[in-house]
């Protein structure tokens, strides 16, 4: 929309007008780990995206925005002309399943205020992760941990769907590559949990980088989470040894023809959101953005 005001050409001012209105791309602030927030939104809108996920941890958003911070958020955001589609949620230890129920509840409060905050900057979505990484966990090996992690999930879903509720936002549940016997790492496994909560405040983010990391295919992982599929993580990583690589889709062994077929036999409406973390080829972060944007545009985003 702001590309209109600034083009001078009426022909190109049509061209922009209808590309925008039906873009739904969107860019992780992962994508500039090396700036600050403000700094990591300009690189996006200068990239061309309409649309944002703003990571909710250091070095972005540490902290959820209220008062004057948060107005000056949402007028930065007016003033780049992007939208804050989504939020992700912190990561790290800040899961439902905390396998312990002090860090639980701790997470409940943390993960509640972001929910709060998604809803502030009228966001639709919040990405959470449901299961802990093994190294945070105290004793990982621990028999005991998978038991406790699948009873952890359900009883934190249940405290922070009203949450989300009252905010107007969807909670969207994540499949995670960690090499692990944990419950509830894939979409096939997270689909029935989901079905079990109303679709308008809980469904699926599929990352097809973190499927392949664990030899799931993303393509039967997006059939999995079917019509619950509310959210993507499009990054590629290397076909035979994938480790999480965050790479722009194209730059590695994940068959984007195949995924975004199935994307589309799901009839997906959600954002086509690009996380992209890392180089491959030693580029800049504001190198990746403008590439990304292209292969978005390439496949008529
Ligand atoms: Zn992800």
């Not at 949402?74 to 989504?86: C, E, I, Q, W």
């Not at 639980?104 to 972001?114: C, F, T, W």
């Not at 009873?151 to 107007?168: H, T």
Request: charged content about 20%; some cysteine; aromatic content about 8%.
């Amino acid at each position: 929309m702001v590309r209109i005001e600034r083009n001078q050409c009426s022909k190109h001012t049509m061209l922009h007008a209808t590309i925008n209105h039906t873009d739904n791309s969107s860019y992780s602030t992962i994508g500039f780990l090396d700036r600050s927030v403000e700094k990591a939104l300009a690189g996006i809108a200068a990239a061309g995206f309409p649309q944002t996920e703003i990571l909710g941890q250091e070095p972005h958003i540490a902290a959820p925005l209220t008062g004057q911070a948060l107005s000056d958020f949402r007028n930065l955001l007016d003033k780049l002309g992007l939208r804050a589609r989504t939020v992700h949620a912190p990561m790290m230890d800040n899961v439902l399943g905390a396998p312990d129920e002090n860090w639980r509840r701790e997470k409940m409060q943390v993960l509640a205020s972001y929910i709060q905050f998604a809803g502030a900057i009228g966001a639709t979505d919040i990405i959470i992760h449901p299961v802990p990484n093994p190294r945070f966990v105290p004793d990982p090996n621990d028999p005991a941990i998978p038991e406790l992690i699948g009873d952890a999930v359900p009883r934190s879903l249940d405290e922070l769907i009203p949450v989300a509720e009252k905010a107007g936002i969807r909670i969207l549940l994540e499949n995670l590559p960690y090499h692990c016997d944990y419950p509830f790492l894939t979409m096939r496994e997270l689909r029935p949990l989901v079905d079990e909560y109303p679709e308008r405040w809980l469904g699926l983010v599929l990352d097809t980088g973190h499927a392949w990391t664990l030899k799931n295919d993303p393509v039967s992982e997006i059939y999995a989470a079917g019509p619950r599929l509310g959210g993507t993580h499009l990054q590629d990583v290397d076909f035979s040894a994938p480790n999480d690589n965050h790479w722009v889709p194209t730059h590695g062994g994940l068959d984007w023809q195949a995924i975004r077929h199935a994307l589309s036999e799901v009839q997906y409406a959600g954002p086509w959101t690009f996380e992209v973390a890392n180089a491959r080829h030693g580029e800049s972060p504001d190198d990746l953005a403008h590439i990304t944007r292209e292969v978005a545009r390439g496949w008529g985003l």
